[in-house]
């Protein structure tokens, strides 16, 4: 079946930098995008970016595209999602998402980053 | 991109229908019939609900359906249900390869 595999809790201090993965299967990896969406603590859902994984192109929302990369490994059907810079506000669950023609059919469990001093 | 706008809270009784909106602009919801909806429980992951604006995915129920005019999209809910009771997000492409979501609905069964 599809899935999402994402990499485990991490605990970060402010300044630093962290890199989330992603690891798709069940389908062809370089059939579809990927988004990568967060939840901070009761806040609402947060687009951060995406990655169309086939030929790499990426594009990110204004409000992280100077702090957030998006990239991805075909050999390891694996995308990663690094924020740096660190802030206390970036304390959050991170979800990666398949793209289906404009909607997100299918999630990952999340990443919980917490950065703490 | 400023988040869509959706009511903080839309309650029902149990077997009732519900309605919740969802309002963007002219740049998003308005020039798209992309509109998604999320339905997530407490400490769970978002589950697919509705896309391209009226359209299930297999294995919803057909109790959930979507409409759209002009800037405001809406998801309703008819024979509310006890597991209805979740929170509500809508999403929408807005042009240039980017998303945006909605600022979250909190459904209560009364």
């Known amino acids: 079946q599809v899935q999402l595999v994402q990499s485990g809790a991490e605990v970060k201090k402010p300044g630093a930098s962290v890199k989330v993965s992603c690891k798709a299967s069940?389908?062809?990896?370089?059939?579809?995008?990927l988004h990568w969406v967060r939840q901070a603590p009761g806040q609402r859902l947060e687009w951060m970016g995406w990655?169309?994984?086939?030929?790499?192109?990426?594009k990110y929302s204004e409000r992280f595209h100077d702090r957030v990369t998006i990239t991805r490994d075909t050999s390891a059907s694996t995308a990663y999602m690094e924020l740096s810079r660190l802030r206390s506000e970036d304390t959050a669950v991170y979800y990666c998402?398949?793209?289906?023609?404009?909607?997100?059919?299918?999630w990952g469990k999340g990443t919980t980053v917490t950065v703490s001093s | 991109q400023s988040a869509l706008t959706q009511p903080a809270s839309v309650s029902g009784s149990p077997g009732q229908s519900i309605t919740i909106s969802c309002t963007g602009t002219s740049g998003d919801v308005g020039s798209y019939n992309v509109v998604s909806w999320y339905q997530q429980h407490p400490g769970k992951v978002p589950k697919l609900m509705i896309f391209d604006v009226s359209k299930r995915p297999s294995g919803v129920s057909d109790r959930f359906s979507g409409s759209k005019s002009g800037n405001t999209a809406s998801l309703t809910i008819s024979g509310l249900q006890a597991d209805d009771e979740a929170d509500y997000y809508c999403c929408s492409y807005a042009g240039a390869s980017t998303y945006v979501f909605g600022t979250a609905t909190k459904v209560t069964v009364l």
């Open positions: 069940g389908y062809f990896f370089t059939d579809y995008a």
């Open positions: 998402a398949r793209n289906q023609e404009y909607h997100m059919d299918v």
């Open positions: 990655i169309y994984v086939g030929n790499g192109n990426t």
